[in-house]
C-alpha cells in the first residue's frame, strides 16, 4: 500500500528525469544560471521566488525599485512545482476516466478492451507544468528588472543577505526585505512511517505507475482532491482523518457535499483515525488505523 501525507522542496531533483521535467528545471533552476554582481543597495529583497515572492518582486520593480529574488529551488515554488498546476493536470485527467467510464449514461457504447494509462496521465502533466513554467522562469523576471538570485540565502546584518550560489556567494545590501519562504509538509510522529517510507503533497507528482492501493493522511482539501484523483484512476483509495469528517475546517454543508461525491468514486473514509501504525513486512506496507468505528488495516 502506497502512504500519502497530506499537510520543501529535496534540493533541484525532479523526478522523473525526463524531457519535461529537464525543461521546467531549465526554466526555473537553470543549471548553468550565473548570479548577478550586486551594484548597490537593493530596495528590496525578496527571498522565496513562490506566488508570493514573484507578486511581490515583479510589482516592486514595475513601480521601478531596485529589486532581488533569491531562489534556493525551483521558482514557481508550489503552486507551479508541486500544488495547484500538476494536482489540477491530474485532476482533469481523473474527470476524462471516470466520464468513459460512465459513458453509456451519455448515449456512448465504449467498445471492450479500452486501456488506461496512467504513465501517459503524468507525463502530460509533466508536459503542461514544463510549457506553464516559462511564466515564472528567472530568464523572464530578470526581463522584466528582477535581479535573480538562485542560491541559498542568509541574513548576515540588519540590511545585509547573503547569498550562497554554485558559482560562490554574493553579498547583497538592502532597505526592506520580505520573507516568502513559504511552508513543507510535516509528518506526523506515526509508529514506522519513517522507516517505511512515505509521500507527500510535494513528491506524489513524481509517480509513473499507478499505485493499487493509497492511503491519503488528512482529509483537507488537497488531501480529497488526490483521494479522488486516484480513486478515479482505479487506485483503491483510504482517506484518513483524525479529526470528524472530510474537510473538518470547511462549511460542513459543502463538506456533505464532497463527502457523497468521494463515495460514489469509491474512496474508504475513515474518520478519527487518531491510532495509527505502519509496519513493512517483506516488501508489504500496512497501515493500521483504530477509527472511532472499528479497527482497520
Keep these: 500500500m502506497g502512504i500519502v501525507l497530506m499537510s520543501h522542496h529535496e534540493e533541484r531533483l525532479v523526478l522523473p528525469d525526463d524531457e519535461y521535467n529537464r525543461m521546467l528545471v531549465d526554466n526555473v533552476h537553470p543549471p548553468t544560471w550565473e548570479n548577478p554582481d550586486p551594484t548597490g543597495r537593493y530596495n528590496i529583497v525578496v527571498i522565496g521566488a513562490g506566488t508570493a515572492g514573484l507578486i511581490t ?28 498546476v500538476p494536482s489540477k493536470g491530474m485532476i482533469r485527467a481523473a474527470r476524462a476516466w471516470s466520464d468513459l467510464k460512465h459513458a453509456e449514461a451519455f448515449g456512448l457504447h465504449i467498445p471492450p478492451g479500452v486501456t488506461y494509462d496512467f504513465g501517459a496521465v ?46 560562490g556567494n554574493r553579498t547583497l545590501k538592502f ?3 520580505a520573507i516568502c519562504t513559504g511552508a513543507r509538509p510535516s509528518a506526523p510522529p506515526i509508529p514506522g512511517l519513517q522507516e517505511t517510507g512515505y509521500l507527500t503533497n510535494e513528491t506524489i507528482f513524481s509517480l509513473t505507475e499507478l499505485p493499487p492501493r493509497l492511503a491519503v493522511i488528512g482529509a483537507g482539501p488537497i488531501g480529497c482532491e488526490l483521494a479522488q484523483a486516484f480513486a478515479r484512476f482505479g487506485s483503491q483509495v483510504y482517506l484518513i482523518e483524525a479529526l470528524h469528517g472530510i474537510m473538518p475546517n470547511e462549511d460542513r454543508d459543502a463538506a456533505h457535499i464532497v463527502h457523497e461525491s468521494m463515495l460514489r468514486d469509491g474512496v474508504q473514509l475513515l474518520c478519527c483515525g487518531k491510532d495509527l501504525n505502519v509496519t513493512n513486512t517483506e516488501g508489504c506496507k500496512r497501515l493500521t488505523v483504530d477509527s472511532m468505528a472499528n479497527g482497520t488495516t
Design 122 to 167: 503524468m507525463a502530460r502533466m509533466r508536459k503542461l507544468r514544463a510549457r506553464i513554467s516559462r511564466n515564472d522562469s528567472a530568464h523572464r523576471y530578470q526581463s522584466l528588472g528582477v535581479d535573480v538570485y538562485i542560491g541559498h540565502a542568509m541574513f548576515v546584518d540588519t540590511d545585509t543577505v547573503e547569498v550562497a550560489g554554485p558559482a
Design 175 to 177: 532597505a526592506k526585505a
Design 57 to 84: 518582486a515583479v510589482v516592486a520593480a514595475g513601480l521601478g525599485a531596485k529589486v532581488a529574488l533569491i531562489e534556493r529551488h525551483l521558482m514557481g515554488g508550489d503552486c507551479l512545482n508541486v500544488g495547484c
